[in-house]
């Protein structure tokens, strides 16, 4: 998978995961901590860390804009 898509298995299925939170931010009914264990995580802290690595931004600032 690495020499695919330049990623390990994990690091793929993370960036799934943190794309289809992104996608459920845009509705205000969910909150964070909701769609944090929906994609998969465990650990609100973790998710925030690996959303900003990704998005350069945390889920909060994403969602405002």
Do not use: H, W
Not at 7 to 24: G, H, N, P, V
Not at 34 to 61: A, L, M, W
């Amino acid at each position: 998978l690495k020499s695919v898509v330049g990623q390990s298995s994990d690091e793929f299925i993370r960036s799934i995961r943190l794309k289809r939170a992104a996608q459920l931010l845009a509705d205000p009914n969910n909150t964070v901590s909701e769609i944090v264990y929906r994609v998969g995580f465990n650990d609100v802290k973790y998710f925030r860390k690996c959303f900003r690595k990704q998005f350069n931004t945390t889920p909060s600032e994403y969602r405002k804009n």
